[in-house]
């Protein structure tokens, strides 16, 4: 038990502990080793308690436990963050994987999720009634981490991100205190969550507007890696221009084994995975242009939602080694691609990868005050990925992934999305909220002006003397 748990054993502990339904970990306890894991095995740390809420009531015990008693606090999702925001070393981890539901309302298309759900038991839920809320591109990820950074995904171009579906969050906030946040109620709060973090309380519900989306067309189609930059270059000119149905995200990456053919593996190459969410009868004529590029191979075809989603998830299990490094880009020009081809054709382990996915359509007609989320003019949130499943290999896959980062970096937009980056300090987190990131601060203060939810990319609570000019500056 760490040294801040040992001073508070007793009757304070006991008391913590006949008011919380869930369960207790400790150091040393049976569950410990398993309950301090997260999705990335680079990172190990150690909290000195783990207390796994089954409800709200839990979350505020959990949080005035904390506050009264000065821990340092981490909120746990999914568990899937990049950096390891979730968990942290001796203090108290809030992990919210036992408050998870579920329910659908098919009269309003609305979906109602608890705040440790992951997306895949949504998917399973809305595809039931032919809906869908928009996600990311794999489905074992949490819906509280990603949708509480903006939430960038198969469905961004015909129906925006996850935050632009986002119609009300529960949420305890730093004093234990409960409110229920929407566009009417604590509007300032609402805005600040749709791309603000964990920063500024604990959601113990969302509530997301959901979309007819049963069954889309989609699959990753290849090109050798020697043919990138023709590639992209088309790509750049095609997708922006695409009916807002079509999406699909741009790749460097080494086919790693099945279900793809042996002839393919291990080899480099420039991939593309789409999603078309339209009317079936015109997928042969929309994907006609995908054909004419002449991939090497082709997997496109009519699936599920919940399928296309969890297409990767059994290649990316947990405990895999992650690193990774982000940026936004609005070009891809000719030294771009050729920065792709230079390190698309050196990819370090099977599978590393780099992503750019497109920011168009309907999540770059929400205006760019409307969220926090800076970027809606970049043309891509890009994302480099150094992955593997043997610790001997952290070195390499970290260093393939900042050498390609820092080539490409001077080409960016200069901020990237705060899901894609590990913990970077807070001059990355400027640069990423840009004209918004004041505007936080004063909103920060209002909710949580000690600062007591800091393990995630830190908003700092601003001073008194910039209130008035930050919420002049952004709205
Ligand atoms: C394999 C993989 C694929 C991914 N693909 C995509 C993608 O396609 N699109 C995309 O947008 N992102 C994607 N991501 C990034 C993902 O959005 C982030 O990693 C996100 O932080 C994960 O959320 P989580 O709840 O699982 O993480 P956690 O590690 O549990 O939490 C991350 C942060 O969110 C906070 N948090 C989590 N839940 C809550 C809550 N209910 N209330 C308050 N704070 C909370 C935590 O305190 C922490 O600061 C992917 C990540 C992985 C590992």
Same mark, same amino acid.
């Given at each position: 038990m760490s040294n801040l748990f040992k001073d508070l054993k007793g009757p304070l502990l006991e008391e913590f502990s006949s008011k919380v339904s869930g369960q207790l970990i400790f150091p040393g306890d049976a569950a410990y080793d398993q309950a301090r894991k997260v999705y990335n095995a680079m990172i190990d740390k150690r909290p000195g308690m783990i207390v796994k809420c089954m409800d709200t009531a839990d979350v505020i015990h959990a949080v005035n436990f904390a506050r009264e008693n000065k821990l340092p606090v981490a909120v746990r999702g999914g568990g899937h963050n990049g950096g390891g925001?979730?968990?942290? $070393?001796?203090?108290?981890?809030?992990?919210?994987?036992?408050?998870?539901?579920?329910?659908? $309302?098919?009269?309003?298309?609305?979906?109602r999720v608890g705040g440790g759900n992951l997306w895949k038991e949504v998917d399973h839920a809305t595809h039931a009634f032919g809906l869908a809320v928009p996600a990311g591109v794999v489905s074992s990820t949490g819906v509280g981490g990603l949708t509480l950074g903006g939430g960038v995904g198969y469905l961004a171009r015909?129906?925006?991100?996850?935050?632009?579906?986002?119609?009300? &969050? $529960?949420?305890?906030? &730093?004093?234990?205190?409960?409110?229920?946040?929407n566009k009417n109620k604590h509007a300032d709060l609402f805005w600040a969550i749709r791309g603000g973090g964990g920063n500024f309380g604990i959601v113990t519900s969302f509530e997301f507007q959901a979309h007819p989306v049963a069954t889309v067309f989609g699959g990753p189609t290849l090109w050798p890696i020697e043919k990138a !930059?023709?590639?992209?270059?088309?790509?750049?000119?095609?997708?922006?221009? &695409?009916?807002?149905?079509?999406?699909?995200?741009?790749?460097?990456?080494?086919?790693? !084994?099945?279900?793809?053919?042996?002839?393919?593996?291990?080899k480099q190459f420039c991939g593309i995975v789409w999603c078309y969410a339209g009317d079936l009868s015109k997928a042969d004529e929309i994907f006609k242009p995908v054909r004419a590029m002449n991939p090497v191979f082709e997997m496109v075809g009519p699936m599920p939602y919940p399928a296309i989603q969890s297409l990767f998830d059994g290649m990316l299990p947990p405990g895999l080694q992650w690193y990774w490094r982000a940026d936004f880009f609005n070009e891809m020009g000719p030294e771009i691609r050729n920065i792709h081809f230079r390190y698309g054709s050196k990819i370090p382990t099977p599978?590393?990868?780099m992503h750019l996915y497109p920011i168009s359509g309907a999540a770059a007609r929400v205006g760019k005050d409307e969220t926090p989320w800076a970027y809606r003019d970049a043309k891509y949130a890009g994302v480099i990925v150094g992955v593997d499943p043997d610790p001997a290999n952290a070195n390499k896959i970290t260093e393939w992934c900042k050498d390609y980062w820092e080539a490409l970096h001077p080409f960016s937009s200069g901020g990237a999305y705060l899901n894609f980056m590990m913990n970077e300090g807070q001059d990355r987190i400027k640069a990423s909220y840009k004209h918004h990131y004041d505007r936080l601060t004063v909103i920060k203060r209002k909710y949580d002006p000690d600062n007591f939810f800091k393990i995630n990319q830190n908003i700092l609570p601003a001073l008194a003397s910039v209130s008035g000019a930050a919420l002049k500056g952004s709205m």
């Open positions: 925001l979730g968990i942290c $070393d001796d203090g108290l981890v809030i992990d919210l994987s036992g408050i998870k539901f579920v329910r659908v $309302d098919t009269e309003k298309n609305t979906v015909k129906y925006g991100l996850t935050i632009d579906n986002l119609l009300e &969050a $529960d949420m305890v906030l &730093a004093d234990g205190s409960f409110v229920t946040v !930059g023709e590639i992209m270059e088309w790509y750049h000119n095609f997708i922006h221009n &695409a009916p807002d149905e079509l999406n699909g995200f741009i790749a460097t990456l080494v086919i790693p !084994g099945p279900p793809f053919p042996t002839t393919l593996h291990n599978l590393s990868q």
